[in-house]
C-alpha cells in the first residue's frame, strides 16, 4: 500500500490517494447540499417562514427560498460530474462562504435568530453553524488544491 509515503518530513500522498480523496469530498459536499435542499423543498413553508424573519432579506425570501434548493441541487450535479466537478467544488465554496456570511451577519443584525436551514443542521447552535461551514469550505479548498498538483478532472 503505498498511498503515504514520508519524505522530507512531509506526507506525500501518491496520485490514486489525491483522487480517492477528492472524489469522497466531493461527494461529501453534494450529499450535503442534496440533503439540505431536500430539506428545503419538503417543509418549503417553514423555510420560507424563516427567511421571511430576516429583515435584510425579508423582501426577497419568496425567491430566495426557491433559488438556494435550486443552487444546491445544479452544484450536487456539477459535484457528480467529474468534467464539471472544479467548477462544483468552486461554486459549493463560494455558496458555503456566502451562507456563513449570511450567518454573521444574521448574528450582527437581528434580534431574533431564526433558523431554516433544513433537517439536522437546523438543530445545531450558531456557532456550531459558523464551524460547520468552515468545516466544510476547508474540505472543499483541500480538494481544490490537492486537484492543482494532479490532472484529475477533464478539460
Same mark, same amino acid.
Given at each position: 500500500?503505498?498511498?503515504?509515503?514520508?519524505?522530507?518530513?512531509?506526507?506525500?500522498?501518491?496520485?490514486?490517494?489525491?483522487?480517492?480523496?477528492?472524489?469522497?469530498?466531493?461527494?461529501?459536499?453534494?450529499?450535503?447540499?442534496?440533503?439540505?435542499?431536500?430539506?428545503?423543498?419538503?417543509?418549503?413553508?417553514?423555510?420560507?417562514?424563516?427567511?421571511?424573519?430576516?429583515?435584510?432579506?425579508?423582501?426577497?425570501?419568496?425567491?430566495?427560498?426557491?433559488?438556494?434548493?435550486?443552487? @444546491?441541487?445544479?452544484?450536487?450535479?456539477?459535484?457528480?460530474?467529474?468534467?464539471?466537478?472544479?467548477?462544483?467544488?468552486?461554486?459549493?465554496?463560494?455558496?458555503?462562504?456566502?451562507?456563513?456570511?449570511?450567518?454573521?451577519?444574521?448574528?450582527?443584525?437581528?434580534? @431574533?435568530?431564526?433558523?431554516?436551514?433544513?433537517?439536522?443542521?437546523?438543530?445545531?447552535?450558531?456557532?456550531?453553524?459558523?464551524?460547520?461551514?468552515?468545516?466544510?469550505?476547508?474540505?472543499?479548498?483541500?480538494?481544490?488544491?490537492?486537484?492543482?498538483?494532479?490532472?484529475?478532472?477533464?478539460?
Amino acid at each position: 500500500m503505498e498511498s503515504v509515503t514520508l519524505k522530507k518530513d512531509r506526507f506525500q500522498f501518491s496520485r490514486l490517494a489525491k483522487e480517492k480523496l477528492i472524489t469522497c469530498i466531493r461527494f461529501v459536499c453534494m450529499f450535503l447540499f442534496l440533503y439540505t435542499a431536500y430539506a428545503k423543498i419538503i417543509d418549503h413553508d417553514h423555510f420560507l417562514k424563516g427567511l421571511s424573519k430576516v429583515h435584510i432579506i425579508s423582501g426577497f425570501a419568496v425567491y430566495i427560498s426557491w433559488l438556494v434548493p435550486l443552487a @444546491e441541487i445544479i452544484i450536487s450535479i456539477l459535484l457528480l460530474i467529474p468534467q464539471f466537478a472544479r467548477w462544483g467544488l468552486y461554486a459549493f465554496t463560494c455558496l458555503m462562504t456566502l451562507f456563513t456570511g449570511y450567518i454573521l451577519s444574521v448574528l450582527l443584525w437581528e434580534k @431574533e435568530l431564526p433558523c431554516s436551514c433544513g433537517g439536522a443542521i437546523e438543530k445545531l447552535s450558531w456557532s456550531h453553524h459558523i464551524w460547520f461551514n468552515l468545516a466544510f469550505i476547508s474540505i472543499a479548498i483541500a480538494a481544490l488544491w490537492l486537484s492543482n498538483s494532479i490532472y484529475v478532472f477533464k478539460k
